[in-house]
């Protein structure tokens, strides 16, 4: 069993940045591939970056560019960098983890992010 818990969540002004961080604890994540997700209200959950275990990662066209996903296997910690945020990323941010990277089966409980104009 994985748990998740994000930080790092908050209130930022359009074109500023935060970091998200999400601390694995009950197992290590080595062998896992990562992911962040968002969810807007009323909207469905969509997928924002992925790192896969082969090292491979994926980004949402609408944050290529803007976000990094990234992870410390010392820390057992996986981290969203997130710069020039713009109106439309406001959302709660998901951790989640899995081995296959298909189906995520462990997730955190979330962090709001909300950006201001």
């Known amino acids: 069993q994985v748990q998740l818990e994000e930080s790092g969540g908050g209130l930022v002004q359009a074109g500023g940045s935060l970091s998200l961080s999400c601390a694995a604890s009950?197992?290590?994540?080595?062998?896992?591939?990562l992911a962040w997700f968002r969810q807007a209200p009323g909207k469905e959950r969509l997928v924002v970056a992925i790192?896969?275990?082969?090292?491979?990662?994926y980004y949402a066209d609408s944050v290529k560019g803007r976000f990094t996903i990234s992870k410390d296997n010392a820390k057992n910690t996986v981290y969203l960098k997130m710069n020039s945020l713009k109106i439309e990323n406001t959302a709660v941010y998901y951790c989640?983890?899995?081995?296959?990277?298909?189906?995520?089966?462990?997730w955190g409980q979330g962090t709001q992010v909300t950006v201001s104009s």
């Open positions: 989640t983890a899995d081995r296959s990277g298909i189906n995520w089966t462990y």
């Open positions: 009950g197992s290590t994540l080595s062998g896992y591939s």
């Open positions: 790192s896969w275990s082969s090292g491979h990662t």
